[in-house]
């Protein structure tokens, strides 16, 4: 291996310099041509031949970087023209041969990287991992089963590891003999959080997220620069936001929120850091959400916060119901719904200019917006409230009369620690 090892400086920078594609692929698009796309190349005419020959390459006691150049040259064989640099596009039928060649490719990257003293392989094994995720995921959704993406994962834990215990301190992204493997680590976690998200296996997520945020690797210096920290600040944000954690949820998704330029992005960060913030009583403002065209999902639930206004956001909750559902937010919204009723009283409260609110005027308000309610059903609604400190007083069950507090009848303390 030794002896490998030091051509590798001088081949990297050749093939860096000259930008070729036969080092590492740099396409960041995947996708799958048409059934009708052929292509004449010695991968076609022998394909299980020229597998078998790179099979028992790899798994030999001593791999080496000819083995990695005739992967990556078969690769680029396998993969059809196409006008843009950035898109790749491989024949439907040979997709399961480039998801087999890729997936020994990392596996070769994973162990030259671990026999390497400094970090030549962080960027191509990130690009292998990447291509190999993506091919993943499309031939799982095809077939309805998710073994291609678990074994993705599997190598990518296993990069994971090799990294995060890499003993040289990470000062710079610098790529060379003294360069750090941890530059690999925040793209790696990245990348396997979206694997878990789409597994919907979150509870491993905590596994990845605590050595990088104790050891302090969620920052820009890194491999992907502030576009990982964005995307590794989103994922946090999520899976705070799932376990009930909104003051972390807000703080990493308005982290991630604005240090990521303009785009679809910030509209997918916004659709997660809306819904915490509400949840807060923090409501965003309208221009903000027009801007960013969010205001037809959220504008009913909104102003109806904002307003006291049942009937609008029951409206836009029921119209936007299987959206949020999709997005995992529904119940976190639903949960808003005791905001309407503090905003209602609140207006009532203000109108009557008294700390006595008749509840029987209160239900007719609701009746008036076409929201059928019992007296019962909102002296439940309000006893949560007073539990949950957001409203202070108390209910005359004789009266029907809700008995306000004189002093901050409605503490926005409360809220601001996420008791709903």
């Known amino acids: 291996m030794d002896k490998y090892m030091s051509i590798v400086p001088a081949l990297l920078q050749s093939h860096t310099v000259q930008a070729s594609h036969a080092y590492y692929p740099l396409p960041r698009i995947v996708r799958v041509g048409q059934d009708s796309d052929t292509r004449t190349s010695p991968i076609c005419s022998d394909i299980e031949g020229h597998l078998n020959r790179l099979a028992r390459q790899i798994s030999s006691p001593s791999p080496h970087l000819s083995t990695l150049f005739a992967l990556t040259s078969t690769l680029h064989q396998i993969t059809l023209p196409h006008t843009s640099s950035q898109t790749l596009i491989i024949p439907p039928l040979l997709l399961p041969t480039y998801l087999h060649l890729t997936l020994e490719k990392s596996k070769l990257l994973i ?40 074994a993705c994962v599997t190598v990518a834990q296993d990069a994971f590891s090799k990294s995060l215990n890499d003993r040289t301190s990470l000062d710079s992204v610098e790529i060379g003999p003294s360069g750090s493997k941890k530059v690999l680590v925040l793209p790696l976690v990245l990348l396997l959080f979206r694997c878990y998200f789409t597994l919907n296996t979150l509870r491993l997520c905590r596994n990845l997220a605590r050595p990088v945020l104790s050891k302090g690797l969620d920052n820009e210096v890194n491999l992907g620069g502030k576009g990982t920290a964005v995307g590794f600040k989103y994922y946090l944000g999520r899976l705070n936001m799932f376990s009930d954690e909104f003051l972390e949820a807000e703080q990493n998704l308005t982290w991630a929120y604005t240090n990521c330029p303009p785009g679809a992005n910030r509209k997918r960060i916004l659709s997660f850091l809306v819904p915490v913030r509400l949840l807060r009583g923090r409501l965003p403002m309208k221009e903000l959400l027009v801007r960013e065209d969010l205001w037809d ?12 206004d049942m009937r609008n956001w029951e409206l836009n909750m029921n119209q936007q119901q299987m959206n949020f559902i999709k997005k995992g937010t529904y119940l976190l919204l639903h949960r808003t719904r005791p905001l309407v009723f503090r905003t209602l009283f609140i207006r009532l409260a203000t109108l009557l200019k008294k700390t006595q609110i008749p509840l029987p005027l209160a239900a007719k308000c609701l009746k008036a917006l076409h929201i059928d309610i019992d007296l019962d059903e909102l002296e439940c609604v309000l006893a949560n409230l007073i539990f949950k400190g957001i409203v202070r007083g108390y209910i005359s069950h004789e009266k029907r009369v809700l008995v306000l507090s004189k002093k901050e009848a409605f503490p926005r303390s409360a809220l601001e620690l996420g008791k709903l």
Not at 297 to 308: A, Y
């Open 111 to 150: 162990l030259l990287l671990s026999n390497d003293k400094g970090n030549y392989f962080s960027t191509p094994l990130h690009h292998s991992l990447k291509d190999l995720y993506r091919i993943s995921i499309i031939m799982d959704k095809r077939d309805g089963k998710w073994d291609r993406l678990n």
């Open 297 to 308: 999902k959220f504008g009913g639930i909104v102003e109806g916060i904002r307003t006291g």
